[in-house]
C-alpha cells in the first residue's frame, strides 16, 4: 500500500466535509423535542433538510416519449433521450408525454447538501470516488 502526502485540496475537502457533518450533528442534537420514534409520517430534522434541499433544487421538463428530447439543466447537466427509450415495467413502450425531474449535484458542496454522493464499486464495496472516476 503506498501513502500519498495529502495536498491543499484535499485538505480544503476533507475540511468542508467535517463541517457539514459538524453542523448536522449540532442541528439534530440542538432539537430536543423532536420525536425520534418511528412512524412513516415523521423524517429526522437532518433528513428533513436533505428532502428540503431536493425538492428546491429539482428541476422538472416534460419529454415526448416517441420521439425522444434533450433535457439541458440549469447548471448545464445536458441528458439526451432517444425515441421509444421509456418503457413499462413489462417492456411495453410508453407513449405520450413523460415528466422528467433533473437535479444537479456537481459540486462536493452540491453532494453534501443533497445527499447525493457519487460511489462506485470496488470489489463489492461500495467506495466514494475520488478524482479520475477511481474509488478510494
Request: proline residues 4%; charged residues 15%.
Amino acid at each position: 500500500m503506498v501513502l500519498k502526502p495529502l495536498t491543499k485540496s484535499d485538505m480544503k475537502t476533507k475540511h468542508l466535509s467535517l463541517s457539514m457533518i459538524t453542523v448536522a450533528l449540532v442541528v439534530v442534537a440542538c432539537n430536543k423535542e423532536t420525536n425520534y420514534g418511528p412512524g412513516p409520517a415523521s423524517l429526522s430534522p437532518l433528513r428533513q433538510i436533505f428532502e428540503n434541499n431536493i425538492a428546491a433544487a429539482t428541476q422538472s421538463f416534460n419529454v415526448n416519449a416517441s420521439t425522444g428530447g434533450t433535457v439541458q439543466g440549469a447548471d448545464g447537466t445536458t441528458v439526451v433521450f432517444v425515441p421509444n427509450a421509456f418503457r413499462y415495467a413489462d417492456g411495453t413502450v410508453v407513449t405520450g408525454n413523460v415528466q422528467v425531474e433533473l437535479v444537479e449535484a456537481l459540486t462536493i458542496a452540491d453532494m453534501l447538501f443533497l445527499n447525493k454522493q457519487a460511489v462506485g464499486n470496488d470489489n463489492g464495496t461500495l467506495k466514494p470516488l475520488t478524482s479520475g472516476g477511481r474509488s478510494a
